[in-house]
């Protein structure tokens, strides 16, 4: 049996600040923000990855306070261009930090507005070999369009 982690709430204080941070800023895409009498939700997802975030008020969204999360975890292929893309947006990103010259030593953070902190962990391998190829990205891309 696969058992797969396709979503991590994220504990926030203000849902509209939030997106705009993890949409505009980060780049994740806005899957869907559902705001009706009985929610304010919203999933945004990484590009590449199978993996997305929900913020919203729903009571278990609640039981972590905003900014308590921590070091959870991103991969890219190169961590220097991903810092200047997050940099050039207004993301304050610590320094790149190499614990290690072997695939995966390398490694820089950041934090949403509330305090949630994010390591980006460098994995060149990814480059070549994504977790979710092109193909099927783009094939899920369609899929959500219909």
């Known amino acids: ?19 705009a941070f993890y949409r505009d800023q980060v780049g994740f895409d806005l899957d869907h923000h559902t705001v009706n009498e ?26 972590m306070a905003p900014g308590s999360l921590k070091g959870t975890q991103l991969v890219v292929a190169d961590a220097a261009a ?7 947006r207004g993301v304050e990103c610590s320094d790149i930090m190499v614990f290690n ?24 391998a990814r480059a070549e070999r994504p977790l979710i190829p092109a193909e099927a990205r783009q094939r899920f891309g369609a899929e959500q369009q219909l």
Do not use: Y
């Not at 997802?45 to 278990?60: D, K």
């Not at 820089?108 to 390591?119: I, K, L, M, R, V």
């Open 101 to 124: 010259d072997m695939d995966g030593g390398t490694f820089f953070g950041f934090s949403d507005p509330d305090g949630n902190s994010w390591a980006v962990q460098q994995i060149k």
């Open 82 to 88: 991903a810092r200047d893309e997050l940099t050039s």
């Open 1 to 19: 049996m696969d058992w797969t982690l396709e979503v991590v709430i994220v504990p926030v204080s203000d849902i509209d600040r939030s997106i």
């Open 38 to 63: 009985h929610m304010d939700v919203a999933q945004l997802t990484p590009r590449g990855s199978g993996c997305s975030i929900v913020i919203g008020n729903l009571p278990a969204q609640q039981e």
